[in-house]
């Protein structure tokens, strides 16, 4: 049967059970067993947390420049989008000026410019609101 006054120690990736001098008078210092506590070792643990903390910092560093990268390619869109606009207006104003119009319709609906104005009068009943 084990003795109850053994206490474990862990030290260097090994347990050890520390066994008590029975006696004063005798010259024996407590005895050390070595039991392997399996494959757990600090060094092990200490290189797999750093390698993850490796592969995260890589991870999120590359997402905040694939974002950067998208944030650019839209302000490029954005800028583009703006000149087209400005474009735009200016397109519009010309074709709401009175001189365009005046011109589409000659050449549109073949209409003529006449110095004679001509009113036409209706007499009859008239439809009422």
């Known amino acids: 049967m084990r003795n109850k006054n053994k206490k474990i120690i862990n030290g260097g990736g090994y347990c050890y059970f520390k066994q008590p001098a029975f006696a004063r008078s005798e010259n024996v210092s407590a ?29 999120f560093v590359n997402g905040s420049a694939i ?33 365009h119009i005046e011109e589409a319709s000659k050449n549109f609906i073949n209409m003529a410019q006449s110095d004679q104005i001509v009113y036409i009068k209706e007499d009859g009943p008239m439809a009422l609101r």
């Open 67 to 99: 974002k950067g990268y998208q944030i650019k390619s839209i302000e490029k869109e954005i800028n583009a989008l703006k000149k087209e606009n400005e474009k735009l207006k200016i397109d519009e104003a010309e074709l709401n000026s009175l001189q």
């Open 31 to 59: 005895v050390k067993i070595r039991y392997n506590c399996g494959f757990i070792n600090m060094k092990v643990i200490l290189v797999v947390l750093f390698a993850f903390m490796g592969g995260a910092y890589l991870y």
